[in-house]
């Protein structure tokens, strides 16, 4: 991405959120599931759509303050790039990659978690608007919190409670 805007940025943000919902749509759907498992994947992909409409109702609040992020500063290459590799595990997981190995694709999304919190943490907070910076801190912490869900379930023992 060339020159950004802060629409810019918050359509990327917002993209993110839809491909990570609609990875663990498809994750939830094509791998014979214990009912525990399913419903873990289905709060995630729920979690996820909420993160897109608060992330869209955000940028509708405040699009029209320009300094909501230091432009000149903001490096995208990691949001990119954390979009490129949502992606890229769809299409993995919609062709079959992890059919014999559910182990290796819960790890996946594990690592998938970890650089959406480094993302939201370090590179949209940093230098932005306060009232940015909070709620990118906040989708960071949730982001953690399904980090901290998936190892969980990567390690097979009972989801933390409240999770």
Do not use: N
């Amino acid at each position: 991405m060339a020159k950004a805007s802060a629409f810019d940025v918050f359509r990327l943000a917002e993209r993110i959120e839809l491909a990570t919902a609609g990875l663990y749509r498809e994750v939830g759907e094509r791998f014979p599931w214990s009912p525990e498992e399913r419903q873990v994947l289905k709060s995630l992909e729920d979690e996820e759509h909420q993160h897109a409409s608060r992330v869209r109702l955000f940028r509708a609040r405040y699009l029209a303050d320009g300094a909501l992020f230091d432009l000149t500063a903001l490096k995208l290459e990691p949001l990119e790039a954390l979009e490129r590799a949502t992606e890229e595990l769809l299409a993995r997981v919609v062709a079959g990659a992890f059919a014999g190995d559910h182990l290796r694709l819960k790890r996946c999304l594990y690592d998938l978690e970890d650089r959406a919190s480094i993302a939201h943490a370090e590179v949209m907070a940093a230098g932005a608007h306060p009232a940015v910076a909070r709620f990118m801190l906040a989708l960071a912490d949730q982001d953690r919190a399904h980090r901290d869900l998936l190892l969980h379930f990567c390690e097979g023992r009972p989801s933390p409670a409240g999770a």
